[in-house]
Structure formats: structure tokens, C-alpha cells
């Protein structure tokens, strides 16, 4: 049992204190879990906090209607033309994570290596003198979540309490209300705690204490705090700063707890084989997702070993994606979902009409005068440096149900999860990695693409444009123990599989000399049939010093049977040419900033050193960009 950090020490009077912020029907719905340092810690977060009120969310259709219509009279969320869709703004400086003020707390005063971090004692202590009276006036919401399928084994638990309707109403749209598995298991279940408020919020309803925006993960109480703050990143407990403690606890337990979509490809017959994928932020992740055969999950996974095979649930039924550029050509089905009048959805950030119509970049039609993210916009507005203030902006976001897509996998509620049978990582690279490639071994894979992951930056901040970012496992920014540690974890939870997931790198972005993209957008539907293919072992390889990569005659096969295309051998050599002076400056890369992070494992090291090993032999014996026909050895 963990020993869950009070926020207050003094002993007083539990049920008084509920009662006094409680009417009856709330009162007995709290009551009905029958977990009295649950009751304990509301009472707590009333003296604290001190909301106006205490609403219980057990997932009834009354409650998720209340919580939509508070949030629209309380003016978190605006109405637009259709009553199911609805628009947030975050407020001008609060519309991304605050990776600043996002903080692990930690013992132990060395930190952890390339994360924030904050002394455990001092962080509580700030976080707890923010969170005095810091809901005066507002009613506060209390809601129970399921992470994973009901029933499942494999599935966690969590209690947000927040004062802002529009982060309830995000997370009854993104998660399992599981308010019934509480009254049933009452003090028996584990779960995270999430404590979160908006703070004082202006005439706009922004939050308004900037300077008290904190996020504080506790990993030893399994508790987050968040504060003065709207953002979905930095408020919406269950997903991203749910990941810090699932990460943590998956390290402790053996699990992997991984920021990756799960998707299904289908195979020859009725053979369906299950994906896991990891890309940064705008690399083809969701489209990747999206163009599998099924979708299980868009943007988390938690993956266990049961019976020596890897089985993956996601913990949610949502997706809070960018919308920035969604449109009709590209990613029809997400539009038809976004514009459908039956669909409920919350925008963020984006252009509110006069008309009552949502526009964002990428809807049809021109964007007129209306509300945004910034105030009243109208076309031509500047801001007060003279820059065009556009109308939607670049992290504008959806808050949908999951289950509006057509080929959701009816096993997103399969209480064993699904088999994983590989794992894709994949970053935005013009000139390394092939676009293709299955890693040697689970730990090859798992460090050449999973731990060595590196992406260019897409937004042009002054002199950084392509700038690679080092993000291992896509997860950098959601991780809460080092990297070397999870790494670690990857090891070991292999070795309890009895058959390990192929472990594949793919890159959609490499480019050609003059700078244009080598591969078509759906290629990547090639790509990922190959995989299914490798994973049968039903097509062979060709070995070359980073990995396995596709025979050209099975690449023509698949161009032609899913996408009708030729596919030229001058184009196939160009995609496989090994880029040798590119792999060996990414190992020197690599291998430097492990060098400095104490608990990576040597194994890391010794897969670096090989590989950087086969590069230079290869090298010598062929010169530095190796066309794929040299490692045929057929
Ligand atoms: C991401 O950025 O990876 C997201 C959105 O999924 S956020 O919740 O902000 O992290
Ligand atoms: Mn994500």
C-alpha cells in the first residue's frame, strides 16, 4: 500500500467537513465507496481549496449532461452552431504544456538526467500554500476513471478532482467513468490521484495566476497537482500526467507504459496482427494510426507481459488531437467526424464565427470575424508587435470520442488486450534512417530506434528549423524516471517474452539531394503491410549493418496489390541506400548523451559500438552510401 501524503496533518472531524460542501445526494454517492481516506481527502482538498461545492460524477447520462451544461453557463465553453459541439479557449499564454513549471518531484536532491525536477519536500510544500482557498466560490468536481477495459487486469485507476467542468467534461469524453468499480471494491483499488484548478480566471475566463502555473507529480503518492492552468496537456490528469506515474510504476512492476498508438494490420486470409507506434509530435503518428486497418488507440499504451506475450490495452476512448491543418483531401475521415452535427466535440483554440460556424486551418471556406484564442479576431488583425494574429492556433486541438471512427477495433474493450506482435518508432528524418527497417534483436530495435529516437523540429523557431530533437521512445517529455532506466525496462521485459515484438524504425521524411521527399504519403500503407509480413516471418530480408530491410521484389508486390503502383528498383535503391557518414554521426550523437546519464545499462553501449562497427566495415569494403543491392547475398 502506498502511504498517500495528506494535505493536511491535523485529525478533525471527516464527515462534518463533507457535509458542510456536500448536499445528501453527493454526500451518499462518496459515501457509497467505502474508502475513508478517499473521504479523507476530499475533506482535506474542501478545507483547502474551499469550492463552493462538491459534485459527484458517477457517469450517469445526467451527469455528463450537468457537467456539458455547467460548463457552458460558467463560460469555460462557448456554443457554436450544433449543440454537441462546443469550444474552449486556454487563455493567449496557456495554450501549450508548460515544460518549465512541469516538475518531478524527487528525494533525491541529483535529480533525474534531462527531466525537471523539483525537491519532493519543497515542491509539496509550494504546491499545497498555492492551493489555499485557490477554488473560493467555484463548485469542484470529483470523478472516477477506469484506464483500460472494464474487468481487465490490466487496467488502472484514477480520481480527478478539479473545479474546471471543461477539464470533467474533456475527461468523460476521453476516459471510462469507472465510479461503479469503486462502490464495488471500495478501499481494496489502487489509484492515482489528480488535483487540479483552473485558479482565478479574467473577464475572458483565462486562468490568471500565470505565475502560479505548476505541475507537480508526486511519484510516491501516485498524485498530480496542477494549478492555474487550462491547457488539456498540463490539466487533464488522466492523460499525460497520468503517463509520469504510469511510467514510474511500470518501471517498479516490470510493464511498459508507452506514449504509442495500438493498431491493427491485417495480414494474409483474416489474419490480424497488432502495432504498437511512438512518434514525436507531428511525424505520422495519427495518420499512421488512422490508415491501419483497425484502430485500438490513438496516442497511449499500456503494454504487460501475460503468459510470456505482450498484450496491450488503451487506457482511453478519446482523442485529443491537432487539428491545425485537418482537412477533407488528407484526413477525410476526421473531418467528416469534426463536421458532423451528431458528433460531440470540444475545440480548443480555434475561430468561433459571428455565424456560430468553427473554422480552423484546413476547414472549407474563409475565416471570418469572430472570437479565437486571442479575444474578438476579425481577418487582418495584428498583434501589438504588428504580427498577423492567425486565426487558429498551431496547437488548436479536438476533444472527441473515439468510437466515431469507422474501423475502431471492437477489442479497444478486450478485457486481455491485444497481442503486440511490433513495435514501429518513427521521427521526422531527411536523411538517415530508411524508411523501413526491423531492428536485429528486441534490444537492437529497442536501442537503435527506440532509444536513439530523434526527430527535426517542424516549427521554425529563429536558426532551429531542423534542428534534430532527441526524443527516445517519443516520450522525453512525458517520462519520469531516466532514460537510461526505461531502456533498462525494455530489456527486461523482454526477457520475459516469450516471443518478442519485431522491434521497426520508420521514417517518412527522408528526402532525396535536391531536397524532396522520396516516399509518397500513403506509402506508408506499404510499409506497415510489410511488417505484418516480417512479423509471420512470410517475407524475407536483407541484412544489412542497422537492421533488416525489405527485398525489392516484395516491395513491388506490395505497391502494386495496395496501392496499384509501380515501384521502380531506382526508387527502391535510393529509399535503402545506408547513408554510412549520417548512422555513424547519429551513434556519436547517441552514445553522447547516454554517456552522461549514469544508469543507462552497457548493453546500450556494446549495441552502439557493434553497430558503429558493422558501419565502418561495411565502409571500407563498399564507401559510404551503400546501395541495398551490395548486402543481397541471395
Ligand atoms: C502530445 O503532445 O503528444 C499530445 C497532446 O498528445 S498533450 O496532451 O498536450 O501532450
Ligand atoms: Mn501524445
Redesign the pocket.
Known sequence: MICREKLLDEDYDVESVLRSKMDPKHFDRLMKIRDPELHRWIADIIIVCQPSSIYINTGSQDDFEYIRRVSLERGEEIPTRYPLQTIHFDGIKDLA?DRENTRILVEDASGIPLLNTKGRIDGLSEIKSILKGIMIGKEAYVGFFCLGPKKSPLSLYAVQVTDSAYVMHSENILYRVGYDDFVEKGSEIRYMRFLHSAGERNEYGWSKNLDKRRIYIDLVDDTVYSTNTQY??NTVGL??LALRLTVYRGYLEGWLSE?MFIAGIKGPGDRLTYFTGAFP?GCGKTSTALMSDTVVGD?LAIIREVDGVPRAINPEVGM?GIIDGINPKDDPEIYEILTSPYSEVIFSNILLMGSGEVWWNGKIGAPMAGLNYAGIWWPGKVDERGNPIPPSHSNARFTTHIKYLKNLDPRIEDPDGVPVGGMIFGGRDSDTWVPVEEGLSWEHGIVTKGAALESERTTAVLGRAGEREFNPYAILDFISISVGKFTELHFRFGEKLKVKPKVFGVNYFLKDESGRYLAEKVDKKVWLKWMELRVHDDVGFIEVPTGRIPIYVDLVKLFNKVLDKDYSEQLYEKEFTIRVPQHLAKIERIWRIYANIPDTPELLFKILREERGRLKKAEDRYGSYISPMKFDKR
Open positions: 504544456r488539456a496537456g492523460k499525460k506514449h509530435a496516442d485529443f
